[in-house]
């Protein structure tokens, strides 16, 4: 079994920062690629950044040149640096990992989501 649990969403200004983790536990032999998705009320889930377990990044044209993705696979944990946050980034943030478990199965896993706020 494996878990991903994310932390660091919050309320926050226009114009600042936040910082997301996303930590995954269980039964992990390896993790493929990381990736972050968001969903605003009433709108469909979206993919934010992508990683690569070589650490190749890719982003949605909406979060680029702002959103840094990054991961530390020592500590198997994925994070999303958000700068210059905008009202439109407000969403549920989730964590996403093709993980290959202690079986040598790859299973996507996603976590339960974190709450950002972007609001004066």
């Known amino acids: 079994q494996v878990q991903l649990v994310e932390s660091g969403g919050g309320l926050v200004q226009p114009g600042g920062s936040l910082r997301l983790s996303c930590a995954a536990s269980?039964?992990?032999?390896?993790?493929?690629?990381m990736a972050w998705y968001r969903q605003a009320p009433g709108k469909e889930r979206e993919s934010v950044a992508r990683?690569?377990?070589?650490?190749?990044?890719s982003y949605a044209d909406s979060v680029k040149g702002r959103f840094t993705i990054s991961r530390d696979n020592a500590k198997n944990t994925l994070y999303l640096q958000m700068n210059s946050l905008e009202p439109e980034d407000t969403a549920v943030y989730y964590c996403?990992?093709?993980?290959?478990?202690?079986?040598?199965?790859?299973?996507?896993?996603w976590g339960r989501g974190t709450q950002v706020t972007v609001s004066s």
């Open positions: 990683i690569t377990s070589g650490g190749s990044t």
């Open positions: 269980g039964s992990i032999f390896s993790i493929n690629d």
């Open positions: 996403n990992a093709l993980v290959v478990t202690t079986a040598r199965s790859q299973i996507p896993c």
